[in-house]
């Protein structure tokens, strides 16, 4: 009896054939994207950010302070309703820290007063009312109209812009959450 030649099948014979590269490829798509969605779903929370420890102090003003960031807490808002919270966006900040890419404090987000009034769409009325101080009323400033946060700020004091040339009484009553040039 002849012996027959039994070659056993080489590892690209058995692993990279077709179907079996297709199923690979599906389950890096799906560990991918179910890896992708729960790391979006997971930053809703504000403590997520804290995983990059350089987050801390922004976190912690807006959990616990009297700055504006947690003024925006206690109205239920989170981190993702003023910064933007896509992937691509969240993949580039998340390799800014491996990397140590950034600068500490972290630069200051610059939003426009266009984006303030779309939750703060009741300016003319709710805001300037509330600030329509004895003295004056720092939102219907001489100045004109300014960009918000040229006085507001989010994660550290605000400023009181026009303590800077005028002595009202009403910047003594601010919380600490303003600075009082």
Not at 110 to 115: G, I, M, Y
Not at 130 to 156: I, K, L, R, W, Y
Request: glycine share 6%.
């Amino acid at each position: 009896m002849e012996k027959e030649d039994i070659k056993p099948d080489g590892f690209r014979k058995r692993f990279l054939n077709k179907k079996a590269l297709l199923i690979m490829v599906l389950v890096i798509v799906v560990v991918g994207a179910g890896g992708g969605i729960y790391i979006v779903k997971a930053s809703d929370n504000p403590a997520f950010c804290t995983t990059c420890h350089i987050m801390q102090p922004y976190y912690d003003s807006y959990h616990g302070s009297d700055l504006l960031a947690n003024k925006h807490a206690e109205a239920d808002l989170v981190c993702h309703d003023c910064h933007e919270s896509s992937i691509s966006i969240q993949a580039e900040e998340g390799w800014a820290f491996i990397t140590g890419n950034y600068t500490i404090p972290l630069e200051k987000l610059e939003v426009s007063r266009d984006f303030c009034l779309e939750c703060h769409d009741d300016f003319d009325t709710a805001v300037k009312a509330a600030t329509n101080f004895e003295e004056s009323n720092p939102h219907d400033s001489h100045n004109g109209e300014m960009e918000c946060n040229v006085c507001h700020s989010m994660h550290q004091p605000s400023e009181v812009l026009c303590s800077q040339c005028h002595i009202f009484d009403w910047i003594d009553e601010l919380g600490d959450g303003w600075e009082k040039i």
